[in-house]
């Protein structure tokens, strides 16, 4: 499958991939996910605990912009 021929909306990005994109440590992560109820959650596709979490690039993409938003605004 060619990740470039998914739609903008279908694309995943893994934990650690998305921590690269965002400067920030996985423990940095795990606090907006706890802390910031809009900020996307994680898929899973798997039971175990250490299966690999995924975000949906384009929720991703949405919560930034309304976070620059919210700077803009203030």
Not at 33 to 38: H, I, M, V, Y
């Amino acid at each position: 499958m060619n990740i470039e021929a998914l739609p903008k909306d279908q694309k995943l990005i893994t934990k650690p991939n998305l921590c690269r994109a965002m400067d920030m440590t996985r423990s940095g992560v795990d606090r907006l996910l706890k802390t910031d109820p809009n900020f996307p959650r994680p898929l899973k596709f798997g039971d175990s605990q250490q299966s690999t979490c995924y975000f949906c690039v384009s929720e991703f993409n949405a919560w930034l912009e309304a976070k620059l938003a919210e700077r803009g605004a203030a």
